[in-house]
């Protein structure tokens, strides 16, 4: 476990509180808000440069179904699209960096299916979890560069209520914490859906050190597609602290 590191940097954005990141990928962040006009409902997109404080709004999706977006890049075609799913069954598609930047309605081959969180984009796949048409909890990737969709099963004991999606050392994984424990699922073959499973323990004394009386420890990812884990922790009197715990070194 690294020490905690002091953040010296801020960005401030001229846009309501009501947005939320909805992806971050190849340093653009996309940011979306969903909005009631004249009685009808929109979702607002804007694409974020947060190295030098752009903001690109993208054109409104008029719908009256709730919405779910993702960012994903194509590192074949060097392209930036944004997907958005509204209430499972339309989808939509827009490129960025194109003389005319338009939403354009696919088809999906995974009808009524209904994405529960935000995703993340590995190596030309955006993947999130949904619900599909018979109840059941899955991985869905989108291709990018081909614009298709793809289910991936779960492993057996894979629990997809308690995990965070995370990028390690460029494959896609699954991190659970439970107290001190985490497991970690990584997808090691998406056409044979094989996954590979790793089980670290937090030592006693250091876990005591780190959540410290009322303190709650949040994991946020993996860190820059490496093997160290990203978590803070929040005890609502302390200020911010970021930790890096190495799974493979513990």
Same mark, same amino acid.
């Given at each position: 476990?690294?020490?905690? $590191?002091?953040?010296?940097?801020?960005?401030?954005?001229?846009?309501?509180?009501?947005?939320?990141?909805?992806?971050?990928?190849?340093?653009?962040?996309?940011?979306?808000?969903?909005?009631?006009?004249?009685?009808?409902?929109?979702?607002?997109?804007?694409?974020?440069? #947060?190295?030098?404080?752009?903001?690109? #709004?993208?054109?409104?999706?008029?719908?009256?179904?709730?919405?779910?977006?993702?960012?994903?890049?194509?590192?074949?075609?060097?392209?930036?699209? =944004?997907?958005?799913?509204?209430?499972?069954?339309?989808?939509?598609?827009?490129?960025?960096?194109?003389?005319?930047?338009?939403?354009? +309605?696919?088809?999906?081959?995974?009808?009524?299916?209904?994405?529960?969180?935000?995703?993340?984009?590995?190596?030309?796949?955006?993947?999130?979890?949904?619900? =599909?048409?018979?109840?059941?909890?899955?991985? =869905?990737?989108?291709?990018?560069?081909?614009?298709?969709?793809?289910?991936?099963? #779960?492993?057996?004991? +894979?629990?997809?209520?308690?995990?965070?999606?995370?990028? &390690?050392?460029?494959?896609?994984?699954?991190?659970?914490?439970?107290?001190?424990?985490?497991?970690?699922?990584?997808?090691?073959?998406?056409?044979?859906?094989?996954?590979?499973?790793?089980?670290?323990?937090?030592?006693?004394? $250091?876990?005591?050190?780190?959540?410290?009386?009322?303190?709650? $420890?949040?994991?946020?990812?993996?860190?820059?597609?490496?093997?160290?884990?990203?978590?803070?922790?929040?005890?609502?009197?302390? #200020?911010?602290?970021?930790?890096? &715990?190495? +799974?493979?070194?513990?």
């Amino acid at each position: 476990m690294k020490s905690p $590191l002091a953040a010296d940097y801020h960005l401030k954005l001229k846009l309501d509180d009501s947005y939320e990141v909805c992806g971050h990928v190849r340093g653009l962040v996309c940011l979306h808000d969903l909005r009631n006009v004249k009685e009808k409902q929109e979702t607002a997109h804007v694409i974020c440069n #947060p190295s030098t404080g752009q903001l690109l #709004p993208l054109p409104k999706v008029k719908t009256n179904k709730s919405a779910r977006s993702f960012l994903g890049f194509d590192p074949t075609g060097q392209e930036f699209k =944004v997907l958005t799913i509204t209430g499972g069954v339309e989808h939509r598609v827009l490129t960025l960096g194109t003389r005319k930047i338009e939403w354009r +309605m696919m088809e999906c081959c995974i009808p009524d299916h209904y994405p529960t969180r935000c995703g993340i984009c590995i190596n030309g796949g955006v993947y999130y979890e949904a619900w =599909v048409k018979n109840s059941a909890r899955a991985i =869905v990737c989108f291709d990018v560069r081909l614009e298709k969709f793809s289910v991936i099963n #779960p492993a057996e004991g +894979m629990d997809l209520l308690l995990d965070t999606l995370v990028n &390690y050392k460029g494959k896609l994984g699954l991190l659970a914490k439970e107290s001190r424990r985490f497991e970690l699922w990584v997808l090691e073959d998406a056409e044979t859906h094989e996954w590979s499973k790793n089980v670290s323990v937090l030592p006693l004394p $250091l876990w005591k050190s780190v959540v410290a009386g009322e303190a709650t $420890l949040y994991t946020v990812g993996v860190a820059g597609g490496t093997n160290e884990v990203v978590l803070w922790r929040h005890s609502g009197y302390d #200020p911010l602290y970021v930790y890096y &715990y190495n +799974m493979e070194k513990s």
